[in-house]
């Protein structure tokens, strides 16, 4: 398995979850990562994507509620989630931003009202 998303569940509104996403070196190392999302009936879209130095980007639905992170040395990218609402339900992946490679299974978060 080259991508590996993990940490989903369900929570109520306002709480946290912190996602993790492991990946093969060749896909990790000195590219841009990034986390998308998937809601039922709507088109996958990016939530928050970071550099190899740290740099990071956030989709305003998300903005100042998610903050995404990496670790070089364990090629993983993690993707804190506090005051979550019932709009953030989706299956969540993460993928290299250029050449994204097949998606995996992602993780699935569930936020109740």
């Known amino acids: 398995v080259q991508l590996q998303a993990s940490g989903g569940g369900l929570v109520q509104a306002g709480g946290s979850l912190r996602l993790s996403c492991s990946a093969a070196?060749?896909?990790?190392?000195?590219?841009?990562m990034a986390w998308y999302r998937q809601a039922p009936g709507k088109q996958r879209e990016r939530v928050a994507m970071i550099t190899n130095e740290g740099s990071t980007v956030y989709a305003d639905s998300v903005k100042g509620r998610f903050t995404i992170s990496r670790d070089n040395a364990k090629n993983t990218v993690d993707l804190q989630m506090n005051s979550l609402k019932p709009e953030d339900t989706a299956v969540y992946y993460c993928?290299?931003?250029?050449?994204?490679?097949?998606w995996g299974q992602g993780t699935l978060v569930t936020v109740s009202s």
């Open positions: 993928n290299r931003l250029i050449t994204p490679i097949p």
């Open positions: 070196g060749s896909i990790f190392r000195g590219n841009v």
